[in-house]
């Protein structure tokens, strides 16, 4: 039998949906229903992983590293362990050292092995140098004081170019971490490096007409999720482990920590309450494994939160990436070749390291037109708290570099941006032509675009910004002020929806007496709305209400497997099991119904609650139920599904932004935005509009104030909600944004993804418009006041 | 040491520690509704009113607010009489994750007892003291001018 992955027709059978539904004809999916759990959340009720507090539990604390890079060369906890109330205190030799990746991703793992949970050496200030179990926080503290160490200091490396310097430290210089071979290369302080290339470089660059260079430079950010890294973990009844965490990757965190903690999988339950917020800094085992650690040597419930200090210091990150662009044009204005260099820091630990500058490649190069590409990467380790996920994971460096690059472009042909853009964008049946190289760690799938409603965006957007306003030079004035210049800038986005051939998700339904139904799935609702927008798919095929749907997600124990929260999969790939599940429910409903009204089951629909015969007969879902569970053929109507897909399903975007930049101060205020999504099918566009508000939120900080800086000794010098600037409400601009639905048929319903693609766009928009408003070209974000006065200054 | 808490209009009588914060005493007490997002003051969502007046219950001992009236989210509704502006936040689809809804819905109550019909910019200039991560503040801010404006 041949791989169903090499035979067109299986891949296709196993990621379509074919719903036959019109938009017209759904009842539950393309409305705006309430979300499920949100009255729990406005009545304060307990829902997040601390809001339970088992008797007896001890309070977890980290002693962190004051040096970026240092060996322990003695480290006492005498004094620590004999303070009264002190239960347990950890350092590097009460570990059994199996190195892991803190990175929750499928297996294999693209991630290099190379943490412990706790180490002899620490490699950025913030790394964990001993763990403290005790009565109270404030007792663990007082222990974590008590705790002398002797450190053996070592050159550390902060900046990103300096870790390849022939005479640079090894970060890892450790025997027992692995990674893929020929990506890891810890003696070179290489966590990935990897390149790909496709058509012909050589003869690409001599059909251009010119050829142009760029290099930009994006920082390291944090995720700022307003509730931090917590986990509650104890060992239950039968002597398993259970972890209350607050993760976006509940199975990852099982499968991980089992060789870690030594124990096996099946003695681990991770449960996933309500999460505060996660954006990919929880698609990661930041403190699950020492908590866990603490309850397996104390026997006893512990719990372990960040303070908001220690997310910044010894949580996740965005990478910092500087990005160089090669591009060339032929005359007619069409891009003939295109290399994407990329060197970007994993900071101490490869977390995502391979997989997020990959997907810089995969989004930044996917975006025009163009058979001869090349993509190079190089991420380093330096002495800098841990890069790892975080929403848009490496798109938003990408498209970052590559939307200002193509203004850069426009600008030197003389063309419109938004023309420019047009002449090049992908277009239906175009296959991506390096998505078999870049499959996140193993062999992607090069299949053909098959929905983009990216000229519709556009179209519209234009016309909502009021783009004709760029020619004309009175308006890039604004009266009595002379000394501010209007400006309007665009962005072009697109994004993946899950990874194909590597996510799945399983769920699982039954229906109830009242015809209510229990859909339970591994997915994880970090905040996203994906607990009722699964809801909604399974009641639209269900013919009920998304409120007769009872959602539970996600526990190891209860829940069937799913990969979790992140590459904007859940909509598109969890949700492709909860319609799978509906549908063979749906089959064992009417095969009742068929007994029930005497009528094949052919003729019947479920609508409104009802199974409904062509000839009109009808018998309540109700009725089905208990006919089903307490009179003829007792059955409990029930089933369970999973579902991947090989499928390319893009969604894709425009941000428009409109700026006004005081030339005397370099202060950018951002006026107005305007975001345009095709997320085919929205299955809420509540949802939709709640992503694309928080997304744009998060890109604006990215493009203007957000930034992690570094003392060169590697301590953070900003790390709060004072000097790390978070946008308030009071200092967001107006909004405009719409939904162009180019449905697809790999999408539940033609659904494509939507979380992730907000995130990609405000920052280029805003540089290329302050480019409009000033001339000035800055390459670097964020766009601060002191950096947009020097780059005017320079200018002149 | 014993103090005297008016916690939703009940008086409590609360053994607290000498630095512990009002919000660890919450939290401790059972009013979980109150979030923990920083130490500083600088996010919010750990707000609640004090005699009416938003606080940030991160940097206020519980020993100060002895004797004071308390109100936390628990205390404004239930789900049998949600206070019209929990409807309004969940009718207009205002909560995401949801962790510092509590915060901006107190915030949002000492803002209409005070001001009823506020203008867009007033409803922002008493937002801006919560920091929120995943709505950029656009639903939230239309869930309470909605309310004001008698739409909720």
């Known amino acids: 039998m041949s791989h169903p992955y090499n035979d067109p027709d299986q891949m296709l059978k196993m990621s379509e949906h074919p719903d036959g539904l019109s938009p017209e004809e759904m009842r539950v999916v393309g409305k705006r229903v309430p979300r499920l759990d949100a009255m729990k959340l406005v009545l304060g009720k307990p829902a997040y992983t601390d809001d339970f507090t088992p008797p007896g539990v001890l309070h977890g604390k980290i002693l962190h590293s004051p040096h970026a890079h240092a060996r322990i060369k003695r480290i006492d906890v005498s004094k620590a362990r004999a303070l009264p109330g002190v239960r347990a205190v950890l350092t590097w030799q009460d570990i059994t050292p199996v190195r892991f990746t803190t990175a929750g991703q499928s297996h294999p793992l693209p991630s290099p092995l190379d943490t412990l949970v706790l180490d002899s050496k620490v490699r950025f200030v913030g790394d964990r140098v001993a763990a403290v179990a005790a009565d109270t926080p404030e007792i663990a503290e007082q222990a974590l004081v008590l705790i002398e160490v002797e450190y053996e200091l070592l050159p550390p490396i902060i900046e990103i170019e300096d870790a390849l310097k022939p005479d640079a430290p090894i970060i890892h210089d450790e025997k027992d971490c692995t990674g893929f071979k020929g990506v890891f290369q810890p003696r070179r302080n290489l966590a990935a490096h990897f390149s790909a290339e496709a058509g012909d470089l050589e003869k690409g660059y001599a059909e251009a007409y010119r050829v142009f260079e760029g290099e930009y430079r994006v920082p390291q950010v944090q995720h700022v999720a307003l509730e931090p890294h917590v986990c509650l973990t104890w060992l239950d009844e039968d002597n398993r482990l259970v972890i209350r965490s607050s993760t976006q990757v509940p199975f990852h965190v099982r499968r991980i920590l089992a060789p870690v903690l030594n124990i096996p999988d099946k003695r681990i339950r991770v449960i996933k309450p309500r999460i505060g917020g996660g954006f990919g800094g929880k698609q990661e085992i930041v403190i699950e494994d020492i908590c866990a650690y603490l309850t397996l040597i104390t026997n006893r419930p512990v719990r372990m939160e960040y303070s908001r200090e220690e997310e910044f210091i010894a949580a996740r990150s965005r990478h910092p990436q500087i990005l160089h662009f090669k591009t060339g044009v032929r005359r007619d204005g069409t891009i003939s070749a295109m290399t994407l260099s990329l060197f970007a820091t994993t900071g101490a630990y490869g977390g995502h390291s391979l997989t997020v500058q990959g997907n810089t490649g995969s989004k930044a190069l996917a975006l025009y037109r163009c058979p001869n590409l090349r993509f190079e990467m190089d991420v380093v380790y330096t002495n800098r708290p841990p890069a790892g996920a975080m929403r848009g994971y490496g798109a938003p460096q990408g498209l970052f570099a590559l939307e200002v690059h193509m203004d850069e472009i426009a600008a030197e042909l003389g063309m419109d941006p938004v023309e420019f853009r047009r002449k090049n964008w992908v277009q239906v049946g175009d296959v991506f032509a390096l998505a078999e190289a870049l499959g996140e760690g193993r062999k992607g799938f090069p299949n053909p675009l098959r929905s983009t409603g990216l000229a519709e965006c556009v179209a519209e957007g234009t016309r909502r910004i009021g783009w004709e306003r760029r020619c004309d030079p009175n308006w890039h004035i604004v009266p009595g002020k002379p000394h501010v210049r209007r400006g309007l800038g665009m962005a072009a986005l697109i994004h993946g929806s899950g990874i194909p051939g590597i996510d799945m998700g399983g769920a699982y339904l039954k229906m109830n007496d009242d015809a209510s139904f229990n859909l339970m799935f591994g997915a994880t609702d970090l905040g996203t709305g994906a607990d009722t927008v699964l809801a909604q798919i399974a009641a639209e095929v269900l013919g009920c209400r998304a409120e007769d749907v009872i959602v539970y997600a996600a526990d190891t124990d209860l829940t069937p497997f799913d990969k979790g929260a992140y590459a904007s999969s859940t909509t598109f790939v969890s949700g492709g099991a909860v319609k799978k599940a509906a549908e063979k429910v749906a089959v064992m409903i009417k095969n009742v119904a068929s007994r029930m009204l005497e009528t094949p089951p052919e003729t019947l629909r479920l609508e409104d609650g009802c199974v409904i015969s062509t000839n009109g007969e009808s018998v309540t879902l109700r009725e089905v139920a208990l006919e089903s569970l307490h009179v003829v053929d007792q059955h409990q109507i029930q089933a369970a599904e999973s579902h991947m897909s090989l499928m390319y399903a893009p969604p894709f975007a425009v941000q428009f932004a409109e700026v006004e930049v005081d030339t005397q101060t370099g202060e950018v205020r951002v006026k107005r935005l305007v975001f345009g999504i095709d997320c085919g099918q929205p299955i809420n566009p509540d949802g939709v509009e709640g992503q694309i508000d928080g997304g744009m939120s998060m890109s604006l900080g990215y493009g203007l104030s957000e930034e992690m800086l570094f003392s060169e000794d590697g301590r953070l010098l900003n790390g709060n909600l004072r000097d790390y600037h978070v946008f308030r409400s009071d200092e967001m601009p107006a909004i405009e944004r719409f939904i162009v639905p180019a449905r697809d048929p790999s999408g539940p319903f033609g659904a494509k993804a939507a979380a992730e693609i907000p995130t990609d766009g405000v920052a280029p928009a805003i540089i290329n418009a302050i480019y409009d408003a000033t001339g000035v070209r800055l390459r670097q974000i964020p766009a601060t006041p002191e950096r947009v006065w020097s780059a005017l200054k320079e200018k002149g | ?152």
Do not use: W
């Open chain 2, 1 to 152: 040491m014993d103090i005297l808490l008016i916690i939703n209009g009940e008086e409590r009588q609360v053994a607290v520690q000498v630095g512990e914060t009002l919000l660890e005493a919450l939290r401790r007490l059972g009013y979980v509704g109150v979030k923990h997002g920083c130490e500083d003051g600088s996010c919010g969502v750990c707000a609640v009113l004090l005699d009416g007046q938003v606080i940030h219950a991160c940097i206020l001992l519980a020993v100060q607010a002895e004797g004071h009236a308390i109100t936390t989210i628990e205390g404004i509704g239930t789900y049998d009489q949600p206070h019209p502006l929990q409807t309004s936040f969940v009718k207009t689809g205002a909560v995401q994750c949801g962790y510092c809804t509590p915060a901006m819905i107190l915030t949002a109550k000492a803002l209409l007892d005070e001001n009823p019909h506020p203008t867009e910019a007033e409803v922002r200039e008493a937002l801006s003291g919560v920091l929120c991560r995943c709505t950029g503040y656009f639903k939230p801010v239309e869930a309470i001018l909605r309310l004001a404006q008698g739409g909720g």
